[in-house]
């Protein structure tokens, strides 16, 4: 990553209404390398709401967001940011390492190979296998050893610890640590309390 | 790794996947096979009737099941979220699209023509003007799934989609439907059909040029 270049998640006075319903108002926030924001509230609350705004899937209903200096529906965004939500994103029917290979042509080359991404989130000697045939908790790691394929300074991650185990909590809570000492920025929503040492964590109650 | 890269991949990825679900692509063919194959049942032994309405038996069955199968272009992609990360991705979505939408054709549509021949003969049409039959396809049935794809971008967000996705598609499909008809009709006759062809060439570049945008823009609005 490039030290010099000044990046920062800037959101002013968001808001966000659904159904005649006002999810949150005037939420601000800025987010600098090597932080991480922790979204939390009650379900419903709408913190997958804002996951989706933040990643330009929804616009919000007031507010804007700014990504170092510009806003985020220019390009630069969408190559800086990687999203992993509710649903895994991994076709069933092909084979782990397909998978990671469509997502490899789909982004920017990042640090970890295919074969090291795996064996990282403890999956080595899985790629052969298909994905139908893996359990919930290593459908999850595979979906997030997307993020260490492909190169993205900014990671928004929906529940990213659902459904896997301690080693696998633990696993992940280390990746993010790991990629916020390099510079980069996570935003995430968890019910599961995280223990991050040495990285700023802000929390947003959004009930 | 670059667009024409990821574009490829694409077309691969959706490949593999029909090869492994096979189903996907007996369905639309195995549709045109038996609609086309109740026609002479229904109408009796009426050669020369059969032999006259045989381009538009075949063009008609081509749409019907170039309609059926389009459910499927996105329906699994936006059920798994792979479709948000294909919207993702830092390269033009409307490219991305046109490479699902190519693949969709290859499995849906490229079928259709190896049996359209066959079937053809079946039905009595003069063997000459089988060229040309061929060749409406060939033009017309990419045009189908391209404009189809628009409408199940729209429809993709809703459960019931269906009926709207065939309200909305099918009008757009009656210039395709026309002009190939008419050149398979007016060849038989042994009449020149460079107009209908021509007119066919321009109906299919302008919607591989026009149709992934608003395609693109529609998906982002389904997932939303």
């Known amino acids: 990553m490039e030290e010099n270049e000044v990046v920062r998640l800037q959101a002013n006075q968001l808001s966000c209404i659904r159904d005649d319903r006002v999810l949150f108002e005037g939420l ?46 220019d390009s630069q965004y969408q190559t800086d940011m990687a999203y992993v939500g509710h649903l895994d994103g991994v076709k069933k029917e092909l084979t782990v390492y397909e998978n990671l290979k469509v997502s490899l042509a789909l982004g ?44 993205n300074k ?54 | ?30 549709f045109f096979v038996l609609v086309i194959t109740l026609f002479p049942l229904g109408i009796g032994a009426q050669p020369h009737l059969l032999q006259t309405i045989a381009p538009g038996i075949i063009w008609v069955s081509a749409l019907l099941a170039s309609m059926l199968s389009l459910d499927s272009l996105f329906r699994s992609d936006f059920d798994d979220g792979s479709l948000e990360q294909i919207l993702l991705s830092s390269y033009p979505a409307s490219i991305l ?6 693949a969709h054709w290859l499995v849906t549509g490229l079928p259709l023509l190896i049996v359209a021949p066959l079937l053809a003969v079946f039905l009595g049409m003069p063997s000459h003007s089988l060229g040309i ?33 065939s309200l909305l598609v099918l009008p757009l499909y009656v210039p395709v439907l026309i002009f190939a008809s008419n050149a398979v009709e007016i060849a038989s006759t042994g009449l020149p059909v460079s107009a209908q062809i021509n007119i066919l060439i321009s109906i299919l570049v302008m919607s591989v040029v026009l149709a992934p945008w608003p395609t693109a823009a529609a998906l982002k609005m389904s997932i939303n």
Not at chain 1, 35 to 63: H, Y
């Open chain 1, 28 to 73: 601000s926030f800025e987010l600098n390398a090597g932080q991480i924001l922790l979204l939390e509230g009650k379900n419903g609350s709408g913190k997958t709401s804002l996951l989706r705004i933040l990643c330009g899937f929804r616009e919000p209903d007031e507010g804007e967001l700014l990504w170092g200096f510009d806003a985020i529906n």
């Open chain 1, 108 to 151: 920017r080359p990042g640090r970890y190979s295919i074969i090291d991404a795996l064996a990282r989130v403890n999956l080595a000697n899985y790629d052969d296998v298909l994905v139908q045939a893996l359990s919930a908790g290593q459908k999850r790691r595979l979906s997030l050893a997307r993020l260490l394929i492909t190169e």
């Open chain 1, 154 to 207: 900014l990671w928004i991650l929906d529940e990213p610890f659902t459904s896997l185990d301690k080693q696998g909590i633990a696993l992940i809570e280390t990746l993010m640590i790991e990629h916020c000492a390099r510079g980069g920025m996570i935003v995430l929503t968890s019910h599961h309390d995280i223990e991050l040492h040495d990285v700023v964590v802000q929390r947003i109650n959004l009930s």
């Open chain 2, 1 to 30: 790794m670059s667009l024409s890269n990821a574009f490829f991949a694409i077309i691969k990825r959706d490949l593999v996947l029909a090869l492994r679900r096979r189903s996907e692509i007996a369905n639309p063919i195995l």
């Open chain 2, 97 to 102: 699209v046109l490479g699902k939408v190519m």
């Open chain 2, 133 to 165: 039959l061929l060749l409406t396809l060939l033009l017309g049935t990419p045009v189908l799934s391209l404009i189809g794809a628009i409408g199940v971008a729209l429809t993709v967000g809703l459960r019931r989609g269906g009926m709207i996705l």
